[in-house]
């Protein structure tokens, strides 16, 4: 499982949601599904979230889950 900390949010892949990115304050609140691709090797680089999907292309998503780009 991928986990990333920026900030006060915690941006993870979800086993149980078959590895949908999610995110959540570190404080344990605001959880919030961020995309519906099933997402491995997650980054986050400033408002963006770079992960690998289940066909081994690579994409980019904003942090708030907007502006799904294939990247390659």
Same mark, same amino acid.
């Given at each position: 499982?991928?986990?990333? &900390?920026?900030? @006060?949010?915690?941006?993870?892949?979800?086993?149980?949601?078959? /590895?949908?990115? !999610?995110?959540?304050?570190? +404080?344990?609140?605001?959880?919030?599904? &961020?995309?519906? @691709?099933?997402?491995?090797?997650?980054?986050?680089?400033?408002? /963006?979230?770079? !992960?690998?999907?289940?066909? +081994?292309?690579?994409?980019?998503?904003?942090?708030?889950?907007?502006?799904?780009?294939?990247?390659?």
């Amino acid at each position: 499982m991928a986990i990333n &900390v920026v900030g @006060d949010w915690i941006y993870y892949s979800n086993i149980d949601d078959n /590895w949908k990115i !999610y995110k959540i304050r570190t +404080d344990g609140s605001g959880r919030e599904q &961020v995309n519906n @691709d099933r997402s491995w090797f997650l980054s986050v680089f400033g408002d /963006w979230i770079y !992960y690998e999907d289940a066909a +081994d292309d690579i994409y980019k998503v904003r942090i708030d889950g907007s502006d799904r780009q294939f990247v390659d």
